[in-house]
DNA sequence: CCGTATCCGATGAGATACTG
DNA sequence: CAGTATCTCATCGGATACGG
């Protein structure tokens, strides 16, 4: 319910968070961006992901065409991750993200700070804004 | 445990997600970016937000010093959101990310169906890839 | 009007154990 | 090695009710 939503911009965005906004999903992108192949077992370690958060994950975007999955039936098995070219357009938004968060991470440590001061002096003199 | 997080861009990344990633708090940012400036209800009304995560979200993002709260000690009360420098910032890799999203999502949608489409043909015949 | 508090179901996510 | 299956706990998020 709740389709109050008036500017088709929020629903857009909601769309595309829906999809590729959860963190796994973005963590595995980058990490396939810089390696360019890796394994099952690589992914897990580098991220620190659980199996089954990885396993999850991987399938998500192999279904939503981010990633290719290349199966080789050897002994032991072998199967290996690597982005598509959907994929890879991919990382560009993402690197603005991290470029934005780079130069601003500081100013929003410094904000809570200040934030959580400001409450915490609040609470003493019981004053109501 | 699991800090077996190798490449630091991966860190960077999980905190800035773990900061302003959310579903929530994009769609205020973009709604304020619109509109300038907002009451709380009407917040409400655009996003299709219920009153609890609205008041949750912009707690935080006025915490994180990305939305600037005004109170208006008038009868009956009158509360203002706006955007911050911060928050307007914030602003454009999150376009970056809706044009990405306005340019590819119907892919996804493409991949997706074929996707699920050979899940059901796998299904009937058995094969194991 | 602007919230906070409470209850509750749905989802996220790790730990563990098991199969091919 | 590459997963799947459970179990379990935390968090998300809506509905509702209440207070300033």
Redesign the interface.
């Known amino acids: 319910m ?6 088709p ?2 629903k ?8 590729v ?1 959860d ?1 796994w999903s ?2 595995v992108v ?2 396939l961006a ?1 390696h360019g192949t890796l394994r099952f077992n690589e992914l897990k ?6 199996q089954r958060m990885l396993s999850l994950t991987l399938r998500e975007l ?5 990633v290719i999955r290349t ?1 080789h039936p050897v002994i032991p098995p072998k199967v290996e991750y690597a982005l598509s070219a ?1 994929g890879k ?2 990382r ?3 690197i ?7 130069d ?2 500081p ?2 440590d ?3 700070e200040r ?2 001061a400001t409450k915490e002096k609040q609470k003493k003199t019981g004053s109501s ?1």
């Open positions: 709740a389709d109050n939503q008036k500017c911009d929020c857009r965005i909601n769309e595309v968070l829906s999809r906004g963190r973005v963590l980058i990490s810089e370690r580098h991220l620190g992901i659980s192999e279904r939503d065409g981010l199966y959907l357009s991919f560009e938004p993402v603005a993200l991290g470029l934005w968060a780079h601003n991470l100013n929003i410094v904000s809570r934030y959580d804004l």
